[in-house]
């Protein structure tokens, strides 16, 4: 059997009326006993369902102008960023799930037996060519950090970054000036590699990797000959321990959610919208609206509330819909970043370009009027993200 889920919301409360439920049996008298369950019953009804739990509301408006109000108050102090492929395409990098342009859709010339493959550690193991010709292609140095990466930064510079977490494997949030402590990398990322021979498990760093790849050689280890994996979480893989022993800390404090380029539809980084307290204002910035499940299926599964946008009980969920970057941009301007932030892009991508030796334009910032406020369209209700892993 399992063993049980300590971190596990459901399995945490259900294990206390089950102790509750043994207890009453050592008891004398019936009544104690049932009213000791009684009582478990309604703190896990309570904590689970947010039956009885006070929901203090924090934006004086569901829109993009109240989170920048609220941002600029007292109140908020802690911001977690949870992010996908959605801020990295504006970069030209695909995102997963889109039907034309995503990058499953795209993989015929690999000749899979599905998709979904090409990130299957049996089928790696096999055939591990598609997945470094596709690593080639997609491989971080190609690739300049958008101006939502920079928008993440400049949290961080303002002292309210607390965390981001990604979904992303392209090290973009790391070339944008995030540290390590900064980040949560949940499905792993190409920063390091190991041998995947469990007796070697030889590291290997981003610089070793990269010659491997551009060489169009597949990465052996020069230890045992076995073949070298970036550390990417591919399906069936556990994700980090870091992201369990973040999430226990990080979301007890958190004093708004920012949530962008992401479908939220991979478990269990989807589930960390629900893992904040029930007064946290959430924030996305999306293609389209996303993560509204049921709220009481929801919970019953362990996986939190969903995003409520448009009910008549709405309190404290925003949606801005449209380019992410255009997003981070108008969210940027309400707060008085807005130069802040294009100086710092233009700089940054400097610094890039004098690197590399290279003066090409990164494609999400060549054009001088994307660094302009959006239209009206991100008038902001709920809205949804991209879609990512």
């Given at each position: 059997?399992?063993?049980r889920?300590?971190?596990?919301?459901?399995?945490?409360?259900?294990?206390?009326?089950?102790?509750?439920?043994?207890?009453?049996?050592?008891?004398?008298?019936?009544?104690?006993g049932?009213?000791a369950?009684?009582?478990?019953?309604r703190?896990f009804?309570?904590?689970?369902?947010?039956?009885?739990?006070?929901k203090?509301?924090?934006?004086?408006?569901?829109?993009?102008?109240?989170?920048?109000?609220?941002?600029?108050?007292?109140?908020?102090?802690?911001?977690?960023?949870?992010?996908?492929?959605?801020?990295?395409?504006?970069?030209g990098?695909?995102?997963?799930?889109?039907?034309?342009?995503?990058?499953?859709?795209?993989?015929?010339?690999?000749?899979?037996?599905?998709?979904?493959?090409?990130?299957?550690?049996?089928?790696?193991?096999?055939?591990?060519?598609?997945?470094?010709?596709?690593?080639?292609?997609?491989?971080?140095?190609?690739?300049?950090?958008?101006?939502?990466?920079?928008?993440?930064?400049?949290?961080?510079?303002?002292?309210?970054?607390?965390?981001?977490?990604?979904?992303?494997?392209?090290?973009?949030?790391?070339?944008?000036?995030?540290?390590?402590?900064?980040?949560?990398?949940?499905?792993?990322?190409?920063?390091?590699?190991?041998?995947?021979?469990?007796?070697?498990?030889?590291?290997?760093?981003?610089?070793?990797?990269?010659?491997?790849?551009?060489?169009?050689?597949?990465?052996?280890?020069?230890?045992?000959?076995?073949?070298?994996?970036?550390?990417?979480?591919?399906f069936?893989?556990?994700?980090?321990?870091?992201?369990?022993?973040?999430?226990?800390?990080?979301?007890?404090?958190?004093?708004?959610?920012?949530?962008?380029?992401?479908?939220?539809?991979?478990?269990?980084?989807?589930?960390?919208?629900?893992?904040?307290?029930l007064?946290?204002?959430?924030?996305?910035?999306?293609?389209?609206?996303?993560?509204?499940?049921d709220?009481?299926?929801?919970?019953?599964?362990?996986?939190?509330?969903?995003?409520?946008?448009?009910?008549?009980?709405?309190?404290?969920?925003?949606?801005?819909?449209?380019?992410?970057?255009?997003?981070?941009?108008?969210?940027?301007?309400?707060?008085?970043?807005?130069?802040?932030?294009?100086?710092?892009?233009?700089?940054?991508?400097?610094?890039?370009?004098a690197?590399?030796?290279?003066?090409?334009?990164?494609?999400?910032?060549?054009?001088?009027?994307?660094?302009?406020?959006?239209?009206?369209?991100?008038?902001?209700?709920?809205?949804e993200?991209?879609?990512?892993?």
């Amino acid at each position: 059997m399992a063993e049980r889920d300590p971190s596990d919301p459901l399995e945490t409360q259900a294990g206390k009326v089950q102790e509750a439920q043994d207890s009453d049996s050592d008891t004398e008298g019936g009544a104690a006993g049932g009213e000791a369950e009684m009582d478990f019953l309604r703190n896990f009804f309570s904590q689970t369902l947010g039956l009885g739990t006070q929901k203090e509301r924090l934006l004086d408006d569901l829109t993009l102008e109240g989170v920048a109000r609220y941002m600029q108050s007292e109140r908020c102090r802690r911001v977690i960023c949870l992010v996908g492929a959605g801020i990295s395409t504006s970069t030209g990098i695909p995102d997963f799930r889109s039907p034309s342009t995503g990058l499953y859709a795209n993989l015929q010339k690999y000749q899979l037996p599905y998709p979904e493959a090409i990130f299957e550690t049996g089928y790696f193991k096999k055939h591990p060519e598609p997945f470094f010709a596709l690593a080639k292609e997609l491989y971080p140095a190609q690739f300049k950090p958008t101006l939502c990466h920079y928008f993440i930064r400049l949290l961080k510079e303002k002292g309210l970054l607390l965390r981001c977490y990604t979904q992303n494997i392209d090290t973009l949030e790391r070339v944008a000036g995030l540290e390590s402590e900064d980040l949560v990398e949940a499905h792993g990322t190409f920063h390091t590699s190991h041998c995947i021979s469990p007796l070697c498990r030889q590291e290997y760093t981003l610089s070793w990797m990269k010659e491997k790849i551009f060489s169009e050689v597949i990465p052996k280890c020069e230890k045992c000959q076995s073949v070298v994996k970036p550390d990417i979480v591919f399906f069936g893989e556990n994700l980090p321990a870091r992201f369990f022993s973040c999430m226990q800390s990080d979301f007890q404090k958190v004093d708004l959610l920012l949530i962008m380029g992401t479908s939220l539809q991979v478990q269990p980084f989807a589930s960390l919208i629900g893992k904040a307290p029930l007064s946290t204002p959430r924030l996305l910035i999306n293609k389209e609206k996303t993560g509204q499940t049921d709220p009481f299926l929801g919970m019953m599964m362990g996986l939190g509330g969903g995003m409520d946008f448009d009910s008549k009980k709405a309190y404290r969920d925003v949606a801005w819909l449209g380019d992410c970057d255009q997003g981070c941009l108008a969210l940027a301007d309400l707060l008085g970043w807005k130069k802040d932030l294009e100086d710092l892009v233009r700089k940054e991508h400097a610094r890039i370009d004098a690197q590399s030796g290279s003066g090409s334009p990164n494609p999400s910032t060549s054009a001088s009027p994307r660094m302009s406020p959006p239209p009206a369209k991100g008038e902001a209700r709920p809205t949804e993200g991209e879609k990512p892993q």
